[in-house]
């Protein structure tokens, strides 16, 4: 290939102007026109999915509880309100009732 001009050949030519070139369509290139259509029916039926989604009829299902619930917590506090034991700390702890019993029997504290 030589970057030389060539001067035999006329640059510009009188005649008609180039015409895009067309080719054949194959099935791996869709028209734009296919494409609209497609993306026009996705977004219908999408559409169609969330307008009717609250008013088809649905039975829920209960879900099983699991884990800890609230007697789960109020029977570790019962228990440990109504029984004799030793704190993480090693403090001793008694019955509620046996507490307000000694309370009564002994007095509570006075200053002088």
């Given at each position: 290939?030589?970057?030389?001009?060539n001067y035999s050949v006329?640059?510009?030519?009188a005649g008609r102007p180039a015409q895009p070139v067309?080719?054949?369509?194959?099935?791996?290139?869709?028209s734009l026109s296919r494409l609209m259509i497609a993306?026009?029916?996705?977004?219908l039926v999408l559409s169609l999915v969330v307008l009717l989604a609250g008013r088809l009829p649905f039975t829920p299902q209960p879900a099983p509880v699991t884990g800890n619930t609230y007697r789960t917590y109020v029977?570790?506090?019962?228990?440990?309100?109504?029984?004799y034991g030793y704190t993480m700390e090693g403090k001793v702890h008694i019955p509620i009732d046996r507490a307000m019993d000694l309370i009564v029997e002994r007095g509570l504290p006075v200053r002088e």
């Open positions: 290939m030589s970057y030389r001009p006329s640059r510009y030519t067309r080719t054949a369509r194959t099935m791996t290139e869709p993306g026009l029916m996705v977004f029977n570790d506090a019962r228990t440990l309100l109504n029984s």
